[in-house]
């Protein structure tokens, strides 16, 4: 992977929230978030992210908590720290465009889902309000800046890389990383996958109304496991679906507890639990027919997907 080709994703499922100045056709509300989890390292980072200076095609990452801002914004001439770069760039280049990116990891020391997924709505209602009050001040001194906000969640193992091993972690549950800024038009990713080069795998496909895992499937369950044994930097993404018969809820319910049978394979080879993820996708994207048996086979399905 390039070192930053950077920022949950065309922008990797990138959603723009709002403009401070937007163009007064075409305008519309999309989502704030970045969907999914991308692994992101701290090296993927290093060499072309520490600049001094900026100009309007570049990218950059600073270490600002973003929480700062609405204690910051009620001062006439806020102190802005680390920020302060950022802000004499903005100032004085008006009418640039830009994106700002509030990032924010739930601390890897906490695993259960029960604990990660309530910290997770409040890590991205607070870095969305934080960031919004930015705007809105930047607004109320009538800076021209186009601006777009994002929140994103990153793996903090990740993002430290080999300095994750050998510094003293934060110990809050909800590790406030910083900012990600890119300056001009151009579309970019800003949150490649470090696992882009990983190894794929097949769907494991189910009859209908079943969540039994074939025993066909032991040798692709059994080469998934002893990759994940090799390469200890990648998780795993399970995600369940199934035909459109039945309801809604019916049909997450199913497309859950498949997911749930494949982890338990996974661990029974050895995968520790931290490292399997699972989402319940139901009869959503459909790759076949629903209207024949072989379609409805291929639906019902669980996809595999490194991270």
């Not at 990383?177 to 490649?192: A, M, N, Q, R, S």
């Amino acid at each position: 992977m390039k070192k930053l080709t950077i920022v949950l994703i065309a922008m990797l499922f990138l959603l723009p929230v709002g403009t401070m100045a937007q163009n007064k056709k075409h305008t519309k509300e999309v989502s704030p978030f970045i969907e999914g989890k991308k692994k992101v390292r701290q090296i993927d980072y290093d060499s072309i992210w520490k600049f001094t200076t900026f100009d309007q095609k570049k990218i950059y990452y600073n270490n600002f908590d973003y929480t700062l801002f609405p204690a910051l914004c009620e001062h006439r001439n806020p102190d802005w720290g680390s920020f302060q770069p950022v802000m004499n760039f903005l100032q004085t280049q008006g009418r640039t465009p830009f994106r700002m990116v509030a990032v924010y990891a739930i601390n890897p020391d906490i695993k259960e889902a029960a604990q990660r997924q309530p910290l997770i709505e409040q890590a991205q209602q607070e870095a969305l309000e934080c960031i919004q009050s930015f705007a809105a001040w930047c607004a109320d001194k009538e800076m021209k800046n186009k601006m777009q906000l994002f929140v994103a969640q990153v793996d903090y193992r990740y993002w430290q890389g080999t300095d994750f091993f050998v510094r003293e972690q934060p110990k809050d549950a909800v590790i406030h990383v910083g900012l990600v800024l890119f300056f001009g038009t151009k579309k970019i990713d800003l949150f490649p996958s470090a696992a882009a080069d990983a190894k794929t795998f097949h769907n494991i496909k189910f009859f209908p109304n079943d969540a039994t895992v074939q025993e066909s499937y032991n040798s692709l369950l059994d080469e998934l496991a002893q990759y994940m044994l090799e390469n200890e930097r990648y998780e795993v993404m399970l995600r369940g679906y199934t035909d459109n018969v039945g309801t809604d809820a019916y049909c997450i319910g199913l497309s859950r507890q498949r997911c749930v049978e494949v982890k338990k394979k996974l661990i029974a080879r050895g995968i520790p639990e931290y490292r399997i993820e699972i989402e319940a996708r139901g009869s959503s994207d459909p790759i076949g027919d629903n209207n024949d048996y072989e379609g409805r086979i291929s639906n019902n399905r669980v996809s595999i997907e490194m991270q």
